[in-house]
């Protein structure tokens, strides 16, 4: 069974960066397509970015311009990278291996005025 834990999340201030990670395990490939994704109170949770197995990046407008989804394969972990970063970035990151559709537990990132 695969297995996705997220790392990097915490409180940021506006206009400041974070580098979030996902660790994959339990995979039997090398590279996996994967996604982030984000939730807030009340809201859905929403697509941020993917990346396929050959490396082909996609990005919400939310995020556009100013984020960079990344990964290591050495060491089976999959980045987010985001850049000025707003207020309305705050809430729950979850990285998603889109071969099984398993989800991880979620970082908090909270982004202060």
């Known amino acids: 069974q695969v297995q996705l834990v997220e790392s990097g999340g915490g409180l940021v201030q506006a206009g400041g960066s974070l580098r979030l990670s996902c660790a994959v395990s339990?995979?039997?490939?090398?590279?996996?397509?994967m996604a982030w994704y984000r939730q807030t109170p009340g809201k859905q949770r929403e697509f941020l970015a993917s990346?396929?197995?050959?490396?082909?990046?996609s990005y919400a407008a939310s995020v556009k311009g100013r984020s960079a989804i990344s990964r290591d394969i050495a060491k089976n972990t999959v980045y987010l990278q985001i850049n000025s970063l707003k207020p309305e970035d705050t809430g729950v990151y979850y990285c998603?291996?889109?071969?099984?559709?398993?989800w991880g537990q979620g970082t908090q990132v909270t982004v202060s005025s």
């Open positions: 339990g995979s039997i490939f090398s590279i996996n397509a």
């Open positions: 990346i396929t197995t050959g490396g082909i990046t």
């Open positions: 998603k291996d889109l071969q099984s559709a398993t």
